[in-house]
């Protein structure tokens, strides 16, 4: 399993920030999802975390979200 865990972008002013801690229901500014290895591209292609093909990477405006860690965690 791989844990992804994002938060607000850190350039968001305090009230861009707390609104997307609301959307995303995100605790002490982060959110933590726990998924298969094989899902990780399509949920980060989801979140917008992944640049386009072209390269070319979101403009500020519309990158409101940012990946803090990605690590490999233990399945009981």
Known sequence: M????????PT???AHRRAIELDYAMI???AT??????????MKK???L???ISGAEAPQSMQQ????SERTVETQ
């Open 28 to 30: 002490d500014g982060s």
């Open 46 to 48: 989801r979140l917008g």
């Open 65 to 68: 979200i940012c990946l803090i």
């Open 2 to 9: 791989i844990e992804l865990k994002i938060g607000p972008h």
């Open 12 to 14: 968001l002013d305090e």
């Open 33 to 42: 999802s726990r998924l298969r290895k094989a899902l990780v591209p399509y």
């Open 50 to 52: 992944i640049a386009s």
